[in-house]
């Protein structure tokens, strides 16, 4: 990938930290009596809703559990992403988790994410710029349905000439379920494709062969580049 990288997908995850944040002057200052206030407010809101949404059958122990993981989970995701200087910020980690903080910190994480925001906006339009004059020598039939983003791909053929993935495409947006990159040449692969999630693509042509760029996550979260050379690339839809 040139310009949908590894480094730009995770920027592209440091862009809403600042959203629903609430301000709170008490967020300035560590307090154990004040997180336990909020966490219990906030657990009861919690639990509202799901009593809410699940009106058969609503487990509050089950619900309170999950509560206390998604807010384990992003105290987790807060420590490994905000810059040291934001973290060193805020008072009490667990009350940010719970979307409040201080006037001084919402500034500081506001202009964190809008200037993250800026650069994975603008490597977004430069691959637009790229691709609007460069696809005026690409065979449409070749590459137009090179587009796969929040499929799932569930299998991998390969043979000496060939190389097939099928997708799951209930999440993306194309009826294609099957791609096959023909006379082939596997440039990068990084990791297993099987069972991966496929986020970005892009694509080039070097030396009258296309090359089909792609990124992908796992289960573990981790990021996979896939790039690929082939004479042509074929698709599959299944007849309904």
């Known amino acids: 990938m040139k310009y949908f990288t590894k480094e730009w997908f995770e920027l592209s995850q440091k862009t809403s930290f600042h959203l629903n944040l609430v301000e709170d002057q008490e967020a300035e200052l560590f307090s154990e009596e004040y997180f336990q206030q909020l966490y219990n407010s906030e657990l009861m809101d919690w639990l509202t809703l799901r009593e809410e949404m699940y009106t058969i059958d609503f487990n509050k122990e089950e619900a309170t559990e999950e509560f206390d993981n998604v807010f384990i989970v992003n105290q987790m995701i807060l420590k490994r992403q905000l810059p040291q200087m934001i973290l060193e910020q805020i008072a009490d980690l667990r009350v940010f988790a719970l979307y ?3 006037r001084k910190v919402i500034n500081a994480v506001t202009k964190f994410c809008e200037e993250n925001e800026r650069l994975v906006n603008a490597i977004g ?22 587009r796969f983003h929040d499929c799932k791909v569930i299998n991998l053929i390969q043979n000496d000439t060939n190389l097939t993935l099928t997708l799951n495409n209930s999440g993306g947006f194309t009826d294609v379920d099957e791609v096959t990159f023909e006379n082939f040449h596997l440039i990068k692969q990084d990791g297993f494709l099987e069972n991966t999630w496929w986020l970005y693509e892009e694509v080039y042509k ?12 796992n289960g573990e979260n981790e990021l996979i580049d896939f790039i690929i050379s082939a ?5 599959t839809r299944k007849d309904f």
């Open 125 to 146: 339009e430069n691959y637009r710029s790229y691709y609007k004059e460069a696809s005026t020598s690409f065979d449409k039939e070749i590459v137009e349905d090179f």
């Open 206 to 217: 070097v030396n009258n062969q296309y090359e089909f760029h792609a990124l992908l996550e």
């Open 231 to 235: 004479e042509r690339i074929s698709f």
């Open 100 to 102: 409040t903080a201080s």
